[in-house]
């Protein structure tokens, strides 16, 4: 049976009370992972990975009817992949961890912290793999679930409308959904932990997005020499004023 590889969680199983300032519910850290994955490809091999999405660092399933939205970097390069769909966006991404687990934790709580120093309203639930991390803002609702894998650690945000990231939302499922089929391509390049491994767009998906970039920057192009033409426009000869007597005004002669 497929199975990403499972460390001996004994060590770090230990209760919120610890953390007293996340929320008094407990949270099972240890709960039963739903049957499958996430998966390490060193377990199931590359023949495995079937029609999933390929990132380079993860491969994702993609839900029913969904749509990819690629973010940038500044330097240019592919930064995150979203799934967009009809309720929200889910965003599944890798980064370097230690072999043993206890990451998804930590990160768990600086999240929690950071969203509240943002005035956000924040709760930690149990989910399929532990910890979940709850957040509501203005703007969206957010969902934070995190999986500790063999020197990695994957984090899928899912964010949508208020209301939309409850444990029972089809947001929620269809993410839950994802991340159980999700493949990490670890590689064996160093990585300091908490480093996001590297966003590898298919070469399909590139080629779209650079032609998008090209008319984007051809629009862009256009739009800033038009000001530049319209002075010279401007200075063309007025058309000649109409004399006395000829039929209309000089504005209907012009066509206005």
């Not at 739009?223 to 426009?233: D, K």
Request: glycine share 10%; with cysteine; hydrophobic share 35%.
């Amino acid at each position: 049976m497929f199975g990403r590889r499972r460390k001996n969680r004994d060590a770090e199983a230990t209760g919120l009370a610890d953390e007293g300032h996340f929320d008094p519910a407990p949270v099972d850290d240890e709960a039963q992972a739903p049957e499958g994955g996430p998966f390490d490809i060193d377990d199931i091999g590359e023949d495995a990975v079937g029609s999933r999405l390929d990132l380079g660092s993860v491969l994702v399933p993609l839900p029913p009817g969904g749509q990819i939205q690629v973010e940038m970097a500044p330097n240019g390069q592919p930064q995150a992949v979203h799934l967009v769909t009809q309720h929200g966006r889910i965003t599944v991404s890798a980064y370097a961890a230690p072999k043993s687990p206890g990451q998804w934790r930590e990160v768990a709580a600086e999240l929690a912290e950071s969203l509240r120093r943002d005035n956000a309203t924040v709760s930690i639930e149990s989910g399929p793999w532990g910890r979940e991390l709850q957040g509501s803002t203005p703007n969206a609702d957010l969902r934070f679930l995190g999986v500790d894998g063999y020197r990695w650690m994957i984090r899928c945000v899912v964010a949508g409308p208020a209301g939309s990231v409850t444990a029972d939302s089809p947001l929620v499922e269809t993410a839950r959904a994802i991340v159980a089929e999700t493949v990490v391509r670890r590689g064996q390049d160093p990585h300091p932990v908490r480093t996001p491994l590297p966003v590898v767009l298919p070469k399909a998906l590139a080629e779209q997005l650079a032609a998008a970039q090209q008319q984007q920057a051809a629009a862009q192009q256009a739009a800033q020499q038009a000001p530049a033409q319209q002075p010279a426009q401007q200075q063309q000869p007025a058309p000649p004023r109409p004399r006395h007597g000829e039929s209309g005004s000089a504005m209907q002669q012009l066509g206005f």
